[in-house]
C-alpha cells in the first residue's frame, strides 16, 4: 500500500503537476492521521473492555462474599432474638422475685449464648484499599459500599459491647452460681449438675444479678437493632451489583 501511495507521489512529481501533488500528499497525511486516531480508538476499546471485565470479576467476587456474609448474618439474627426472648423471660422473673415454676438454670443457660457475626471483608477491603470503590461504573453502588463501610464500623462496635456485656454476665455467675447447672442444658449427656448445693432461686433477689441481665437486654438490643440494619444494607448490596 505504501508504495502504491509512493508510486502516485512519483508520477506527479515526474509530471510537474506540484498542485495535485500537494493536494495528495495533504490527503495522504490525512488518512495517516485518521488511521493513527482509529486505531487508538480501537485500543481505548479494548482497553476499556478489559477493565470492565476486570471490574465484573471483582463485583462477582464481591456479591459471593455479600451472599455468604448475609446467609450467617440470618443465622445470628435468629440466635440474638432467642437471646434476648430469654433475657426478657429472666428480667420478668426478676420483677416477680421468684421463678414461677420456670427451669431457672435452664433459662440462665439459654442467655449465655454469644453468637457474634463475623463477616469476611477481603474483597471490600481490597476495593477499598486500592481505591477501586471510586472507579466503580455503577455509582449508586458506590455510594452504598461507603455506607455499609460506616454500618460495619458500627455493627463491630456493639458486638463488642455485646461480648464485653455477657464476659461481665459470666463472671458474676462464675463467682455467685454454679456453671455446671447451667451447661448440663448445653451437652446433657456429657455433663452432669453440680454436687454442690446451689439454689439458683437466690439469684432473683440479687441486685447485682439484677444490673447485669439488664444490662445484657440493653447491649442484646442495640446489637438486634444493629444486625437488622446491616441485613438491609447487605441486601440492598446484593441486590444492587449487576453482572
Known amino acids: 500500500m505504501i508504495k502504491f501511495f509512493r508510486k502516485i507521489r512519483y508520477d506527479l512529481m515526474e509530471k510537474n503537476k506540484t498542485g495535485k501533488y500537494v493536494k495528495y500528499a495533504?490527503?495522504?497525511?490525512?488518512?495517516?492521521?485518521?488511521?493513527?486516531?482509529?486505531?487508538?480508538?480501537?485500543?481505548?476499546?479494548n482497553q476499556t473492555r478489559i477493565e470492565l471485565n476486570k471490574e465484573k470479576q471483582v463485583l462477582k467476587s464481591l456479591k459471593k462474599e455479600l451472599?455468604?456474609?448475609?446467609?450467617?448474618?440470618?443465622?445470628?439474627?435468629?440466635?440474638?432474638?432467642?437471646?434476648?426472648?430469654n433475657l426478657n423471660k429472666l428480667m420478668k422473673l426478676l420483677i416477680l422475685g421468684h421463678s414461677n415454676n420456670t427451669n431457672l438454670d435452664s433459662l440462665i443457660s439459654f442467655t449465655l449464648s454469644t453468637p457474634t457475626w463475623n463477616p469476611s471483608s477481603y474483597v471490600l477491603n481490597d476495593l477499598k484499599n486500592s481505591g477501586k470503590i471510586s472507579q466503580l461504573t455503577n455509582l449508586k453502588l458506590q455510594e452504598k459500599l461507603f455506607t455499609w463501610e460506616r454500618q460495619y464500623d458500627n455493627t463491630i462496635e456493639y458486638t463488642q459491647d455485646f461480648r464485653d456485656s455477657n464476659d461481665?454476665?459470666?463472671?458474676?455467675?462464675?463467682?455467685?452460681?454454679?456453671?455446671?447447672?447451667?451447661?448440663?442444658?448445653?451437652?446433657?449427656?456429657?455433663?452432669?449438675?453440680?454436687r454442690i448445693g446451689f439454689n439458683s432461686e437466690d439469684l432473683l433477689n440479687n441486685l447485682q444479678f439484677e444490673n447485669y441481665v439488664d444490662d445484657r437486654l440493653i447491649t442484646t438490643s442495640n446489637l438486634k437493632t444493629e444486625y437488622k440494619e446491616a441485613q438491609k444494607i447487605v441486601e440492598d448490596l446484593i441486590n444492587s451489583i449487576e453482572l
Do not use: C, H, M
Open 168 to 194: 461481665k454476665y459470666i463472671d458474676f455467675l462464675r463467682d455467685k452460681a454454679s456453671l455446671r447447672n447451667f451447661d448440663v442444658y448445653t451437652d446433657p449427656i456429657k455433663i452432669q449438675p453440680s
Open 67 to 85: 451472599t455468604e456474609n448475609l446467609i450467617e448474618l440470618n443465622y445470628d439474627i435468629k440466635r440474638v432474638d432467642s437471646v434476648y426472648n
Open 26 to 45: 495533504i490527503g495522504e497525511i490525512l488518512l495517516v492521521v485518521i488511521g493513527i486516531l482509529v486505531a487508538l480508538q480501537v485500543n481505548n476499546w
